[in-house]
């Protein structure tokens, strides 16, 4: 039987007609897909969800995507959702834990340049996704340029060029040549709660905060995060995970913010290799039970899976273990 699809239209730059006020998202998903409609492999739909600067899409607009996502695939064999690059790498995460175990391909795209710019890359990258979301593999993926790159896995690492996007710490999920795609390392699925069936799980808690060390920071800083209602805290710390604790103890604080019920998850600032606690003396005091090593994950989907744990029944189970290949196991 063939394919069906549908494409989910977000807005971004692919969707940008120019304004007197700048580049606009004006284009919805009907514009885009009639730019590439003619030889398509497969029957597609389109769908506007939002029409917006991805600079704007915030956990409330993941859980409205998370859940259209879900809808659609109750009638298609695939998604292709098309967004602004900004912050593609988050929502691609987000969705990646919202809808862990996936069975269908859920396929994120975009583009440097607006469609009708004449060196777009918008229907190469679009053609891209839609043949990705043809194939037999679940899960959800970053399709761009040649590159196909799990969901949690992906980074923004260039703002100018067209390979704008990165598979930190994994290879990537697939990539294209002239035999087609090639879907070498699917995303995988660990269920944690003995429910290995998939189901939607969209609700997220945004009361995470992101802190990135500087030699210096202030224990004040950590205290406001408390203070401030924050439930969870991702710490961007230096190279295998570490803090300052002479003057300026961050560790004596981190583990009161512990006690208090925050929920932390530290990452390494370096973009590859992991954050690992066991290794140095300031660390080995640090795994408490509300603090966790996000070993090898990205900020994008430490973020995101905070957010999303702390919306569910057990966080610290989740934090602890990968659940869609966010991080490796040791």
């Known amino acids: 039987m063939p394919k069906r699809l549908i494409l989910l239209a977000t807005g971004g730059t692919i969707a940008c007609t120019q304004t007197d006020n700048g580049l606009v998202p004006t284009l919805s998903a009907a514009d885009l897909l009639a730019s590439v409609n003619d030889g398509l492999p497969c029957e597609v739909t389109a769908q506007d969800v939002f029409r917006m600067d ?3 899409m915030q956990p409330e607009e993941w859980c409205v995507l998370a859940h259209a996502v879900h809808e ?14 900004d912050t593609m790498a988050y929502t691609a995460a987000a969705l990646s834990f919202m809808l862990a175990g996936v ?7 975009g583009a440097q340049l607006p469609l009708h710019h004449p060196l777009t890359d918008a229907r190469g990258n679009l053609r891209r996704a ?4 043809m194939q037999d593999v679940g899960g959800v993926y970053v399709c761009f340029d040649y590159k196909l790159i799990s969901g ?7 703002t100018m060029a067209m390979d704008a ?3 930190i710490n994994a290879p990537p999920a697939g990539y294209f040549d002239v035999e087609g795609v090639h879907l070498d390392y699917p995303q995988s699925f660990t269920p944690v709660d003995g429910a290995a069936a998939y189901r939607l799980r969209n609700a997220l808690d945004p009361s995470v905060f992101l802190l990135k060390l500087v030699p210096g920071t202030s224990p004040d800083v950590l205290r406001y995060v408390r203070d401030a209602g924050y439930r969870g805290l991702v710490i961007e710390a230096f190279g295998l995970g570490g803090l300052h604790y002479i003057r300026r103890n961050l560790v004596e604080v981190l583990g009161q913010l512990a006690e ?7 990452v390494s600032q370096c973009l590859h290799e992991r954050a690992d606690f066991t290794v140095y003396e300031v660390g080995r005091g640090m795994m408490r039970k509300h603090v966790h090593s996000g070993r090898d994950m990205t900020t994008e989907a430490a973020v995101t899976k905070m957010m999303w744990a702390l919306a569910q029944e057990d966080p610290a189970a ?4 990968p659940i869609v290949g966010e991080m490796t196991s040791y």
Not at 72 to 85: F, K, M, N, S, W
Not at 260 to 266: C, E
């Open 103 to 109: 069975p269908k391909p859920v396929v994120l795209t």
């Open 260 to 266: 208090s019920g925050v929920y932390v998850l530290v």
């Open 72 to 85: 659609a695939l109750l009638e298609y064999d695939g998604v292709v959702i098309t967004h602004g690059t």
């Open 165 to 167: 996007f990165s598979s």
């Open 152 to 158: 949690v896995r992906c980074v923004k690492t260039h």
């Open 318 to 321: 989740l934090l602890a273990v």
């Open 54 to 56: 991805s600079s704007n």
């Open 130 to 133: 839609i043949v990705t979301a």
